[in-house]
């Protein structure tokens, strides 16, 4: 028989036990919607896969860093419509009478993701680093001093203000970024971070990020954990397939994937389907080494701009997707249809027969994931009904860098992110990407900082009709991007393929 003392203290076991679990019901039970999205992932499957771990914001090439990045890192203001920014960490903003002194007023409480506060001279130092120069964003030229003020002001003072200032402060490489993230010169993921997600795996071909609890937008029903998957390579058939033999809560169809509306019917049919306004252009860059050495000489840019250009359009010449240059029609700095149809015509009728030194083997330069595309694939079939025996050279990463630069082939197959409005986001087209340079360092400078829309137009335009003249590279077919959800989840369509889809803006019905 138990002794009394044994029997209370048995009790006194038992009460605490009863107290546990009655707290422990009465927590879950205050915060059950939140469990329920943390244990329960969204599946992702996303085309645009991270170059690397250790990518820099300040050095992004590939669209896949930029879809990244803009999930883990915040920036002071971010774009509210293709022409309008809106408060992000900053609240609000003023401007001086001459343009050029910038006060961003921060949000108080302020935090990193690990809780840490996240300080004015945090802020103020990572955009002194932005401001030195990135590969995207050109704001070395503008920016005389950036330095952190008292009750959470930071202070800009600009040499010269482009009219397009706040939208360049609005993209991934002006993000705020913690001091630990740069450990000696090489970037880590590792850091704390600023934006929506943080990352807590990372595998080749998946990886899975929490919602930042410390996020400065913070709301009930934001997406709380994601698996991210890389979709297996292959032609737009496999990648369609992917997406209708397995559930997705949601997808960016990359370009150049759906190539007809009975692909879009059955997408309908299983997910709830976003179409933009096109945003990528398919095109064809010449070789910057043979253009210099005089292998693709003027003669014959201009002939293979022609006879491609033709060709691909052999079937249907006013459909509204071929492209006339880097910019969508209508958008800014964009030359019309009409205005591309003249220059076009105007370009010399060179023979076969009358150019010396045309490859009859033209070396492709191109991705594998370019390579198995529907648009690629007809390029290909019109370079051999033009006689052409034709080459690949798969490259990527860094390899693929150095070969644009300074390597042996003739063209180079892209689909190149274009911008709906903003007539900037293609300025490195002008000096670093094409053959030869369409503008100089001064013109460039001239059309950010015009400030009359019209003139500004007017130059861009005729950045867009010199490359066109001087067949610097021939513009295919521009591509609208796809954005499937399923049912699970609500997508606001604000921006959403403009910038990629942006996981932030999924919410759980």
């Not at 019901?25 to 996303?46: N, R, T, Y």
């Not at 999930?71 to 992000?88: C, D, F, I």
């Not at 709380?224 to 890389?230: A, F, G």
């Amino acid at each position: 028989m138990a002794t009394e003392l044994e029997y209370r203290a048995s009790i006194k076991v038992k009460n605490k036990l009863l107290v546990y679990f009655l707290l422990s019901v009465g927590i879950l039970s205050l915060m059950p919607s939140i469990f329920a999205k943390q244990i329960e992932p969204i599946h992702f499957l996303q085309p645009y896969w991270p170059s690397k771990m250790s990518g820099d914001p300040t050095g992004i090439v590939y669209v896949g860093d930029w879809d990244i990045f803009q999930n883990l890192y915040s920036t002071l203001v971010e774009m509210a419509t293709a022409k309008a920014v809106k408060p992000a960490l900053a609240e609000r903003w003023t401007q001086s009478a001459d343009g050029k002194r910038w006060v961003f007023y921060l949000r108080k409480n302020l935090h990193w993701s690990d809780g840490a506060p996240l300080t004015t001279e945090q802020v103020a130092a990572s955009l002194n680093r932005t401001a030195k120069g990135t590969i995207h964003t050109n704001l070395k030229s503008y920016v005389e001093s950036i330095k952190a003020l008292p009750d959470y002001q930071i202070e800009m003072i600009l040499k010269k203000t482009p009219s397009n200032f706040l939208t360049l402060l609005s993209f991934v490489d002006c993000s705020i970024l913690h001091p630990d993230a740069y450990k000696g010169d090489t970037f880590t993921w590792d850091a704390p971070n600023s934006g929506a997600f943080r990352v807590i795996s990372y595998k080749d071909t998946e990886f899975e990020l929490i919602a930042n609890p410390y996020y400065w937008n913070n709301t009930s029903d934001r997406i709380q954990r994601v698996i991210v998957t890389k979709p297996p390579l292959g032609d737009s058939s496999l990648r369609i397939a992917t997406l209708l033999n397995k559930s997705w809560d949601a997808s960016q169809v990359d370009a150049g994937i759906i190539e007809n509306d009975e692909q879009i019917k059955k997408l309908k049919e299983k997910y709830d389907v976003f179409m933009s306004n096109p945003d990528f252009n398919f095109c064809i860059f010449f070789s910057k080494k043979r253009t210099k050495n005089g292998t693709l000489n003027p003669q014959i840019r201009s002939y293979l701009l022609k006879s491609i250009y033709n060709s691909f359009w052999a079937e249907n010449k006013t459909n509204p997707l071929r492209a006339v240059g880097l910019r969508i029609p209508k958008s800014k700095g964009a030359i019309t249809v009409q205005e591309f149809d003249k220059i076009f015509s105007n370009l010399k009728d060179y023979t076969p027969k009358n150019l010396k030194k045309l490859p009859r083997r033209l070396e492709i330069l191109l991705t594998k994931r370019a390579f198995n595309k529907s648009n690629t694939q007809k390029f290909y079939k019109i370079l051999e009904s033009l006689n052409f025996e034709v080459k690949s050279i798969l490259k990527g990463g860094p390899e693929l860098e150095k070969m644009q630069i300074d390597g042996d082939f003739d063209l180079y197959v892209s689909f190149s992110g274009v911008s709906e409005d903003d007539p900037d986001t293609a300025w490195r087209y002008y000096n670093k990407d094409f053959a030869e340079p369409v503008a100089t360092v001064e013109e460039l400078d001239k059309a950010q900082l015009e400030t009359d829309a019209a003139k500004r137009n007017q130059i861009y335009q005729e950045f867009e009709k010199r490359a066109i003249e001087r067949a610097l590279f021939i513009p295919l077919k521009y591509e609208p991007t796809y954005i499937v959800t399923s049912k699970r989840v609500v997508l606001d369509t604000t921006l959403a393929a403009d910038w990629g889809l942006q996981l932030f803006k999924l919410r759980m019905r």
